[in-house]
């Protein structure tokens, strides 16, 4: 089945910062990547999400790129801020079955 | 509109006991989903309902856990004869199925459920 690797485990950055968060994933039949934010005791909630047909995604300061040869994926996050400050999890399904999700990345974005 | 919401949002029970978490997933949202969340950890597949498909219980962690969703809606995970390692938080999550679509997960605020 599908494994979803996420690395740092932990990130501390500056106000200003960018952070990358990577992740790779071991079944090539994966065609949808959602990066979910999670802040502390509330419910994951989705902030981009990438198709396997398409190789980079940006909505403001957050941009997705997916390289399928490599089975890899990264969240990149711009200009950081303190709000930024959460737990992020990468994911991957094929099709409407059940996210396999990394590890998460606790990100730090100190003022 | 209305999310996903679960009940109870916090449930304390004894070893050895039985509990039932509940999700109503959003209207019109076919597809249900079941995770754990353990302290500090990633989240974990339970169960996956879609339609009137068979269930895709393959995340089950053992035979004392059980979904149910009734009438393509809400959904009810037990957990029979509780055991401390059962702790943790469960998320619920639904989507809406349309034509050759991927489509986002939203999840509900969890149950979080400590086995004295």
């Known amino acids: 089945g599908e494994n979803v690797e996420q690395h740092p485990s932990t990130l501390s950055v500056q106000e200003g910062d960018s952070a990358v968060i990577k992740c790779t994933y071991s079944d090539s039949a994966s065609n949808y990547f959602p990066w979910y934010k999670q802040e502390l005791g509330k419910r994951p909630q989705l902030i981009i999400d990438i198709r396997s047909n398409v190789g980079e995604k940006k909505d403001q300061r957050i941009a997705v790129t997916l390289n399928k040869t490599a089975k890899h994926f990264s969240l990149h996050i711009t200009e950081t801020q303190p709000e930024d400050s959460a737990v992020y999890f990468c994911?991957?399904?094929?099709?409407?079955?059940?996210?396999?999700f990394g590890t998460g990345t606790r990100l730090l974005v100190s003022p | 509109g209305a999310g996903v919401s679960q009940s109870p949002s916090n449930k304390v029970t004894e070893k050895g006991k039985d509990v039932e978490l509940r999700c109503d997933p959003i209207?019109?949202?076919?597809?249900l989903y079941w995770y754990r969340q353990s302290l500090g950890q990633g989240l974990e597949f339970l169960i996956y309902?879609?339609?009137?498909?068979?269930?895709?219980k393959s995340g089950l962690p053992s035979d004392r856990f059980s979904a149910e969703r009734t009438g393509g809606s809400v959904s009810t995970l037990t957990i029979q004869r509780t055991q401390q390692e059962d702790s943790a938080v469960y998320l619920c999550?639904?989507?809406?199925?349309?034509?050759?679509?991927?489509?986002?997960?939203?999840f509900g605020p969890g149950t979080r459920l400590t086995v004295l």
């Open positions: 994911a991957a399904s094929t099709g409407f079955q059940k996210l396999v």
């Open positions: 309902f879609q339609g009137n498909s068979a269930p895709d």
């Open positions: 209207s019109g949202h076919t597809a």
């Open positions: 999550a639904s989507s809406p199925k349309g034509a050759g679509g991927l489509y986002e997960q939203f």
